[in-house]
């Protein structure tokens, strides 16, 4: 393997650790700030890997007489290993264990926003685990919830928002049989309307257009006797999301609307007091709205997104008797 910039910083920072005359506290926290920097913009794999081991030598150098840096560098850690794409289990398994080691230490000797950020990260990791069966999907419910008692709506919008979409999707994603699938589904889209009363356009553009699209998606898939009705409510959650969303200034996020919207346009018919009906219009709307998404995925080298809208408008157009 060819050293990068960042093994380069890592094997300097180590022998600076061995050699300087800073103190022990000093050390070990340039040894979280350095990791901590490489997390911020990774540029590659490996610099997530230098941040583990950056992280695991102030934990060493802490021992016990650094309680606080100690779990800071934990969390450090877990926060590179959550990050790296492609590991398997073990990385989120080991995120798991850093953060559970960590938080209680926060929670007696640091700020209530420091420990609600690591329990807001742990919630990440059992959700991952809990769709390997290696996790509770109500644990991270639990955690995104306690984070919840420090990020409130006024003051931190933001994290607001996130852990309430997060905590909408945990719902989605609990296996469940029809009954209770039903229920969580309802308690999901609840939960993106409950959080929508606190997120709104003008002051939190980027937060509400995600809740937004969240919940039409939601509302798309929900189990009801009533589905034209949730599918044209969808249809007005995109429509909301796009408000904030489009192709100049948030290509991805734009496609992937007008994707979410075009597969509830397929699924409306051309006149909605008669369900039955045919949906010629509705299907016409619908590949507009994924040729456009097409071209912007493959545009910006999503491929696999790309393939899956290209075969959709091959049936669209097979349907409505156009070539493609």
Not at 196 to 224: D, F, R, T, W
């Amino acid at each position: 393997m060819v050293p990068t910039t960042t093994d380069s910083t890592v094997k300097a920072a180590l022998d600076a650790i061995a050699s300087e005359s800073a103190t022990t506290l000093e050390k070990i926290e340039m040894l979280i700030e350095l990791a901590h920097g490489f997390q911020k913009k990774p540029k590659a794999t490996q610099d997530l890997w230098n941040a583990v081991e950056l992280s695991n030598r102030a934990e060493e150098m802490c021992g016990e007489d650094y309680p606080l840096l100690k779990a800071r560098a934990q969390v450090g850690k877990a926060r590179a290993l959550r990050t790296i794409p492609d590991e398997g289990t073990e990385s989120l398994l080991q995120a798991k264990a850093g953060y559970e080691q960590a938080i209680p230490i926060l929670q007696k000797l640091a700020a209530p926003e420091e420990i609600a950020e690591a329990q807001m990260n742990l919630g990440l990791v059992l959700q991952s685990l809990a769709q390997l069966n290696l996790a509770k999907m109500g644990d991270s419910i639990k955690v995104y919830q306690d984070a919840l008692q420090v990020f409130t709506s006024k003051e931190y919008p933001q994290e607001y928002a996130i852990l309430y979409n997060n905590i909408a999707i945990a719902y989605l994603s609990i296996p469940a049989a029809k009954e209770q699938k039903s229920m969580c589904q309802d308690l999901a889209v609840q939960t993106f309307e409950s959080a929508l009363k606190h997120i709104n356009l003008i002051e939190h553009p980027k937060e509400y257009a995600m809740l937004q699209n969240n919940l039409g998606n939601a509302l798309q898939y929900l189990q009801s006797i009533y589905p034209v009705e949730n599918n044209l409510r969808a249809v007005a959650a995109y429509d909301e999301a796009l408000k904030v969303r489009n192709a100049r200034d948030t290509p991805l996020e734009y496609a992937n609307t007008i994707s979410n919207k075009a597969n509830a346009f397929l699924n409306l018919p051309d006149h909605v007091e008669n369900p039955e009906s045919e949906n010629h219009q509705n299907l016409l709307k619908a590949r507009d709205c994924y040729q456009e998404a097409l071209e912007l995925f493959t545009q910006y080298q999503q491929l696999e997104q790309a393939k899956v809208v290209a075969q959709v408008l091959q049936e669209i157009n097979q349907v409505i008797g156009v070539n493609y």
